[in-house]
């Protein structure tokens, strides 16, 4: 007989949500009944036509062949960690104060939040934004405390918002340019007054900026880091994204600013990378020569990733009801549906009735009374035509079908 009480969970994990990958669930239930599905929910390039360049793998095998498959050095490798110092370098990111290399950028940001916010502290946020910084929060019991993208302006930070929501217990503001799930850059101008208030509220700007070599119509990206060397920033980046080895899982973080002001946060987060030892050790490898390897892989998806960016805003913006703002940079789009239902139940009814997996708004916040769903573009044109075409008409009949008088909530 099993006498064993149930085991209940911390009270840490009740908020945490993903909807990313809570909505496979659905979609994978959806699959079992033989439907045909589109998938435009999640952001893998290697589950789509791009491929990690060959140089990227020959470097980590030899790694793995040379032996270097015990624990790295805490901070990543010798040879990691300068190539990611000239990165800096070439962001213009002048007053570096550490560097270093974590499993995925996820693994830094999770780091750094720990090491600086206690219980009751709260970090600015972007709404929408991508759920693992509220995830983080929920784990670290702090209070949410969300500011809110502009959609009217392109989706930019609501700078005013921003400044209306630092209180007492602020103790930083997270940026994420090129933003998921927006795809949209920010402007010299916004960064310059997000970095006023940050320097007039001793706050730490968190700078998410793994897209940032995934721009589109020329656009050069501007890090906030690189506007003033006397703010407090840390610089998150990694592979995944911009080299295509996502499941590499390696990222970094850059500490820029004044030494005097940072030195013992700078501590406080070399203590936790000491305790989990290290990041992935052959993977470093590939940091030096995809960084200062041959970039022409880029190139090519940027080209591909700007014309299924076309296409998705061109095919959005003519369906009756909804609004698409053009992306400027990494692959997503977070079209508005002008309706009173919940984004989440167009979402299920969606998948249902069509097979197009996409992500409800409300998994990464949005301005309450407004509705979106996320879409990836890194679906073949082909695939976006049709999943668009099953949006536009399936939208309709859903619209005739619930009335303002028969609101799903
Ligand atoms: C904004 C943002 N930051 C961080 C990550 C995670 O990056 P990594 O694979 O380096 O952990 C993602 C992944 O989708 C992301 O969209």
Redesign the pocket.
């Known amino acids: 007989m099993n006498s064993q009480k149930e085991i209940k969970p911390a009270l840490r994990t009740e908020n945490i949500t993903y909807a990313v990958r809570d909505i496979v669930v659905l979609a994978n239930q959806v699959a079992k009944s033989g439907k045909e599905m589109l998938y435009l929910n999640i952001?893998d390039p290697n589950l789509f036509d791009f491929v990690t360049p060959r140089h990227i793998i020959d470097t980590t095998f030899k790694a793995m062949l040379e032996n270097k498959n015990g624990y790295a050095p805490s901070s990543g490798i010798s040879e990691a960690v300068k190539a990611i110092e000239a990165e800096a370098d070439r962001k213009n990111i002048s007053s570096v104060q550490d560097i270093f290399v974590t499993t995925?950028?996820?693994?830094a940001?999770d780091i750094c939040l720990t090491a600086l916010v206690n219980e009751g502290e709260n970090i600015l946020t972007p709404t929408p934004g991508?759920p693992?910084y509220t995830a983080i929060a929920s784990k670290l019991r702090t209070m949410e405390n969300p500011y809110y993208l502009d959609e009217s302006n392109g989706w930019q930070p609501d700078v005013d918002d921003m400044k209306n929501k630092i209180n007492k217990d602020t103790r930083g503001i997270i940026l994420?340019n090129p933003n998921?799930p927006t795809g949209s850059l920010y402007k010299s101008d916004t960064l310059q007054k997000i970095i006023d208030l940050a320097l007039e509220n001793d706050l730490i700007i968190f700078a998410?900026e793994?897209?940032d070599k995934l721009l589109f119509d020329g656009k050069n990206h501007i890090s906030v880091a690189s506007l003033n060397k006397d703010a407090s920033c840390i610089t998150?980046g990694?592979l995944?994204?911009n080299y295509f080895v996502?499941g590499f899982?390696?990222?970094w973080g850059i500490v820029s600013g004044n030494q005097s002001v940072l030195k013992n946060y700078i501590e406080a987060i070399n203590k936790i990378l000491r305790a989990r030892l290290s990041a992935n050790h052959p993977e470093q490898y590939a940091i030096k020569t995809a960084l200062e390897g041959d970039q022409s892989h880029l190139t090519e998806a940027k080209k591909k990733l700007t014309a299924r960016r076309d296409i998705t805003v061109l095919m959005l913006n003519s369906i009756p009801g909804i609004s698409c703002v053009k992306p400027e940079g990494a692959f997503y789009a977070f079209p508005r549906l002008h309706m009173d239902q919940s984004d989440s139940h167009f979402v299920s009814e969606l998948i249902k009735e069509t097979g197009v997996v996409v992500v409800p708004g409300s998994g990464f916040g949005q301005v309450p009374g407004t509705q979106h769903f996320r879409v990836v573009f890194l679906p073949n044109e082909q695939t976006l035509e049709k999943a668009y075409e099953n949006i536009g008409i399936f939208y309709k009949k859903y619209l005739e079908k619930y009335t303002k008088a028969d609101v799903v909530k």
């Open positions: 952001g995925g950028a996820s693994e940001i991508y693992l994420i998921n998410d793994i897209y998150f990694g995944s994204k996502p899982r390696i990222g």
